[in-house]
């Protein structure tokens, strides 16, 4: 994969729509994610996978808390797959692991409260 490309992948586990993530999510990727994050359907939310995400910047921040925000607005959740250690520390470092809720697999994101 090349620098500056993106996959997202779509599909379901129980009443989470998934997206899965894979390459960089930067200023010339982040309107695939804002586009696959307007056409999830959703029942209980939005889980997106950062696992296979190499690098982030501002613009794909700035995309994932609109996301939230649509989201929220519809009464659901938008869960969080995050699980490199540089991608946690940018995260942290703009304070928006008190805003998103983070988990380390798809499996703990889309589990029933326990």
């Given at each position: 994969m090349v620098r500056g490309e993106l996959r997202i992948g779509s599909g379901t586990v129980g009443p989470w729509t998934v997206l899965t993530c894979?390459?960089?999510?930067?200023?010339?990727?982040?309107?695939?994610?804002?586009?696959?994050?307007?056409?999830?359907?959703?029942?209980?939310?939005?889980?997106?996978?950062?696992?296979?995400?190499?690098?982030?910047?501002?613009?794909?921040?700035?995309?994932?808390?609109?996301?939230?925000?649509?989201?929220?607005r519809g009464g659901r959740e938008l869960r969080i797959v995050v699980t490199s250690a540089t991608i946690l520390r940018i995260i942290a470092i703009t304070g928006l692991d008190d805003l998103f809720t983070l988990f380390q697999s798809v499996q703990h994101a889309t589990a029933p409260p326990s």
């Open positions: 894979e390459g960089d999510l930067d200023v010339t990727t982040s309107s695939e994610l804002r586009t696959a994050i307007q056409h999830a359907s959703v029942e209980a939310g939005v889980v997106i996978d950062l696992d296979g995400v190499a690098f982030i910047d501002s613009t794909a921040l700035g995309v994932l808390i609109a996301g939230q925000k649509r989201i929220q």
